[in-house]
């Protein structure tokens, strides 16, 4: 069972799903991405994350994709490089019917005080609001429910993580 999920005690205890809003703080621990706003769009199957510079590349035999992510909107002075293994290429169509080839990932996600792993697929989503889509299959059935007009249920407690960042580069 993945990391941070309640397993039944017995047949009669109800597990009642987690509350999320549209919108929420999350983190990308795997990728070493502290805080990242997350629209949450359940009408998209895949998560995807907003990503540039993205090289593919083979080592030790494995394909691999390295990437560059600036995770706050309208602040190219925090920029994080990562590294992951290529789980698959799909073509995968926008809102708007346009289809693109995009490399897929699988990473942890935390949310609030649970984390567990996540397929997502890297794409430029400079001209979006949110850095992250948070895809419906992420949200995984029965767990949570979205609740539409609330946002960042979850609580705000990640954005702190950029406060060290940004501090140390403003003292050197």
Same mark, same amino acid.
């Given at each position: ?89 799909? $073509? ?15 990473? @942890? ?7 567990? @792993? $996540? ?27 979205? +609740? ?23 003292? +050197?």
């Amino acid at each position: 069972m993945p990391c941070g999920f309640r397993r039944m005690k017995s047949e009669k205890e109800i597990i009642k799903p987690n509350r999320i809003g549209w919108r929420e703080w999350v983190a990308l621990p795997g990728l070493d991405i502290p805080a990242i706003k997350a629209k949450v769009d359940t009408g998209a199957r895949t998560s995807s994350l907003h990503t540039f510079h993205i090289e593919s590349f083979r080592e030790k035999g494995r394909d691999m994709v390295k990437f560059h992510i600036h995770p706050l909107q309208k602040r190219t002075d925090i920029e994080i490089i990562c590294v992951a293994p290529i789980i698959d290429t799909r $073509i995968v169509k926008d809102s708007g019917g346009h289809a693109e080839e995009r490399h897929v990932i699988m990473t @942890p996600l935390r949310l609030g005080k649970m984390e567990w @792993p $996540i397929e997502v697929t890297l794409t430029s989503r400079d001209d979006m609001l949110f850095r992250m889509l948070l895809g419906r299959t992420a949200i995984i059935d029965g767990h949570f429910r979205v +609740s539409p007009g609330e946002s960042y249920v979850t609580g705000k407690s990640f954005i702190t993580a950029y406060k060290r960042i940004i501090g140390k580069r403003m003292n +050197s």
